[in-house]
């Protein structure tokens, strides 16, 4: 497990490309369950949530699903017009751990700084390495891989965001 930590930190770094992540459609699983723990606790810590008796009740998770799967068909679709649907599963998988891996040390930062100022630098990060990640997948340059992953994050949003209300 450490490997995989260590393989999506430097994608995070642009110092590694998706084509070296694992491509098994369980590994996708894996990362979504996570996914739906890190926004689990990231409900939890939300200021007042744990004052309340009932804010288990409350967890809403379905945001989280919609923007991983506008990400996750959003992504299928701009390897498809490519030719390169083959590559998705690397390519989700990458996109989806390091946007793990980034939103936990964005939740560390945010309870040790108690400021929301400090999920900038972090958002920026995210949306970057996201480019980084299209333009290994998809062999474009990377100001058009950065738009595509600016799409992607603006459509998730609107999902999310939708799907809170």
Do not use: C, K
């Not at 430097?10 to 084509?19: K, Q, S």
């Not at 894996?30 to 409350?58: F, H, K, M, R, Y």
């Not at 999902?159 to 209300?165: D, G, H, R, Y």
Request: no cysteine; net charge neutral.
């Amino acid at each position: 497990m450490l490997a995989v930590v260590q393989l999506f930190w430097n994608i995070a770094l642009f110092r590694d490309g998706p084509e070296n992540a694992p491509s098994h459609p369980y590994f996708i699983v894996l990362l979504v369950a996570l996914q739906t723990v890190l926004a689990t606790i990231t409900q939890l810590l939300a200021p007042g949530a744990l004052s309340d008796s009932s804010a288990l009740n409350e967890i809403q998770l379905l945001p989280t699903y919609g923007a991983l799967a506008v990400t996750a068909l959003m992504t299928w679709a701009a390897l498809r017009m490519g030719g390169l649907q083959r590559r998705f599963y690397q390519t989700f998988a990458s996109l989806t751990g390091v946007d793990l891996l980034l939103g936990t040390l964005m939740l560390i930062a945010l309870q040790l700084t108690g400021t929301a100022l400090v999920a900038l630098p972090f958002l920026i990060w995210s949306l970057a390495a996201a480019g980084f990640i299209l333009h290994r997948a998809m062999g474009v340059d990377m100001m058009r891989a950065v738009g595509i992953a600016l799409l992607i994050a603006i459509a998730s949003y609107v999902v999310s965001v939708t799907l809170a209300t």
